[in-house]
């Protein structure tokens, strides 16, 4: 699709909007944005209605499934004024139902339906989901649209949920070692500030969530100025159009109000050692890079690529293959919509040290910012990242994921159509400049995770003689 083509397009799609808020009298109406081509012919359209809400949608009729997802700009960034936890606490209790569907018939239409549904709490965003056969659309819009004006909330329920959170912080953090290192490693990048604060709350956080905390939480940003629906699959802008005016248009909207986030400061780089259940020292480093959207964060993935995530990368073939001191090595880049973070976990190999493998990583990280990379190393990481990036948008529901997330952090959906053409643009010394600039050992923050019952040294007693297995006593 041309740029013509596709203004053309929203024309006729701001003359449908037009007619079909006419069809809805004492609704808010419906306004045009936007239509923006995709790879492959299709488009998405970027609509709304003028009580707020935002509506994504990519019209894909190759199978009679759709995606339907609610994104709320609610994470763990906008609890200034609440209890720590809350957002992804309150995602919970946005399952307990409302008058017109209670909890077991809002799963039960669903099921019936063929649907698939969850939810998802992270810094910036929560967010809904239904993957559905296209004929059952409009049931997921009907019980979306409910939940958001007409939840019920009460005391039993919240404890419920309550006792399902602190089961769930015991599961994915206490006794999991992944989740105590990242705790510890997010403090530590970001002091002061709510991305360094946990998700899933402290058990203090948890237990001082009161039922007036989740009621003023649920006004302030479960409605339809702080939410984005995102629909792709078998739906046709006419009727996605209808469905939305007939269960959003209806819903009042009132300010969001503001949230006081403290400014990002710099990260204090220091070693820190915990004592974990764990086999093995395990190591996880972390730096502040920047936002989604920022000109360096693909050129970040692309160090990414070069450096740790793969079994091609650097460090991975210095740790594992060639000295070998670890077990597995990992790196991710990740932007956020107000900072972003660049983080390297390795698994030590037993009796090996996680100190020796954290002057490995410095060691390449600095020779590649002052080298680059080779031309080979730069077509095989933006081959792998181009790979990787296409497969994410292989399904309705992976597609639709993708669209909330980009939009939510870095304010415009279309900027995940360019990823590709960014990556191809990226060269050796764009690699060289950020990991000099971002990757230095004098920001770094270190977490090692050291064995919490470390075994034994064996020995053997030359005057001792060897068991000899097959007797009994």
Known sequence: MTVDEAQELASRYRELAAEASSRHPGHHVARMIDVTATDGGGHVVHFGLDNGLEVLLEPDHSAPLVSFQSWFRVGTVNECGFPGGIAHLFEHLMFKGTRRFGHSEFDRLLEEAGAQNNAATWLDWTFYYENLPSVALELAFDLESDRMRNLILDSEQLESERDVVRSERHYRVDNDPDGLIEEALFARLFPGHPYGSPTLGT???????????????????????????????????????????????????????????????????????????????????????????????????????????????????????????????????????????????????????????????????????????TEVEITRACNHLEASFLRSLVTVGSRATQLGIWHITTGDYRQLFDFVNDVRRVDAARVRDVVSRYLTPGSAVTVVARPLNPAPEMTCDEDVEPFESGGGR
Not at 292 to 306: F, P, S, T
């Open 203 to 373: 058990f203090e956080d948890i237990d001082s969530i009161t039922l007036d905390d989740c009621l003023r939480f649920y006004g302030h940003y479960y409605q339809p100025r702080n939410a984005i629906l995102v629909i792709v699959g078998d739906c046709t802008f006419e009727a996605a159009l209808e469905l939305c005016l007939a269960y959003y248009g209806s819903i009042e909207p009132h300010p969001v109000p503001g949230c006081d986030v403290p400014a990002v400061r710099d990260a204090v780089a220091e070693v820190t050692e915990i004592d974990v259940d764990i086999n093995s020292e395990r190591l996880r480093i972390g730096w502040q890079t920047v936002a989604a959207g920022d000109v360096d964060a693909v050129a970040l993935d692309v160090a990414n690529e070069i450096l740790f995530a793969n079994e091609s990368s650097r460090v991975y073939r210095r740790l594992i293959d060639d000295l070998p001191i670890a077990s597995d090595v990992d790196g991710t880049s990740e932007p956020m919509r107000l900072s972003g973070t660049f983080i390297v976990d390795v698994t030590i190999n037993e009796s090996e040290k996680a100190s020796d493998a954290l002057d490995v990583v410095f060691d390449e990280i600095g020779r590649l910012g002052r080298e680059g990379p």
